[in-house]
C-alpha cells in the first residue's frame, strides 16, 4: 500500500484556500480515495482555543508567544498525520508551518527565530501558494474580521511566502475562478498521487524534516 500524499494549500487570507481544500476533498473522495482535512490552526485543542482568542482580538499576546502557540498547534498533530500518512490516507491541508513563519515575520520577528520551532514537522509533498493580490483580497466578504487581515501586513506577508517558496510549491493564480483553479490543483494533486503509489511504506527519504525546506 502506497502512503498517503501531503497536499498543502497556502496563500494570503481571502485567497480562497478553504473553498479550494473543500472542493479538492471532495474530489478526491469521488474518486474513492481515502482523503481526510486539516486545517492550522486547529481551534478546537486548548492551545487552538487561545489561538482563536487571539485572532479575534478578545485575547492580547506577545508576537513571540503567538507564534510559538501556532507551532505548537501543529506538532500535537504531528502524530496522527503520520500514522494516516502511513495508512494510506492522504492529506488535504489548509495552512501550515509556511503561514506561521511568513505572518509572524511579517510582523517584524526574525525569519531564523521563526522558522526554528517547526524544524522537524513533516514535509508536504506539494504545496500549492494560492496568489491573490491585497487589492483584490480586499474585495472579498469578510476581509477585517481578523487580526491579521490589514492591507499593509497581508502585503508583507505576501513577500515572505515567496522567499520562503522553493521547487515543491507551485504557484496558482487566486484571481482565476473557483473552477478554474479547483482543476488545477485536482490535476497537479492526482499527479503527485500516482507518482506515489509505487511508495508502498511510508519511506525513510519521504519523511523529510522541515528544515529542509528552511534551508538558507
Known amino acids: 500500500m502506497a502512503r498517503g500524499r501531503f497536499i498543502l494549500l497556502e496563500g494570503c487570507d481571502r485567497a480562497g484556500k ?8 471532495d474530489a478526491l473522495k469521488a474518486k474513492d480515495l481515502s482523503v481526510e ?5 486547529d481551534r478546537t ?21 503567538i507564534h510559538l502557540l501556532f507551532s ?6 504531528m502524530q496522527e498525520m503520520k500514522r ?17 513563519v511568513a505572518f509572524s515575520t511579517a510582523k517584524g520577528l526574525d525569519l531564523t527565530w521563526c522558522k526554528n520551532p517547526d524544524r522537524g514537522l513533516i514535509r508536504p509533498d506539494i504545496t500549492f501558494f494560492l496568489d491573490l493580490p491585497t487589492s483584490e483580497a480586499e ?11 490589514k492591507r499593509e501586513l497581508q502585503e508583507n506577508v505576501r513577500e515572505v511566502f515567496l522567499k520562503l517558496k522553493d521547487k515543491e510549491w507551485t504557484v496558482i493564480d487566486a484571481k482565476k475562478s473557483i473552477l478554474a483553479m479547483h482543476f ?8 503527485k498521487i500516482r507518482d506515489g503509489e509505487k511508495d508502498g511504506r511510508f519511506a525513510e527519504e519521504d519523511d523529510v524534516v522541515l528544515e529542509d525546506l528552511f534551508l538558507d
Open 18 to 25: 478553504s473553498t479550494q481544500c473543500t472542493m479538492l476533498v
Open 37 to 41: 482535512l486539516y486545517k492550522f490552526p
Open 45 to 65: 485543542t486548548t492551545i487552538g482555543q487561545m489561538i482563536h482568542a487571539y485572532l479575534t482580538n478578545s485575547k492580547e499576546l506577545d508576537d513571540r508567544a
Open 72 to 77: 505548537a498547534n501543529r506538532w500535537e498533530a
Open 84 to 100: 494516516k500518512l502511513s495508512a494510506g490516507i492522504h492529506l488535504v491541508v489548509d495552512r501550515y508551518a509556511y503561514s506561521g
Open 139 to 149: 474585495r472579498r466578504g469578510g476581509f477585517g474580521d481578523e487580526r491579521y487581515e
Open 184 to 191: 488545477e490543483i485536482l490535476r497537479e494533486t492526482e499527479l
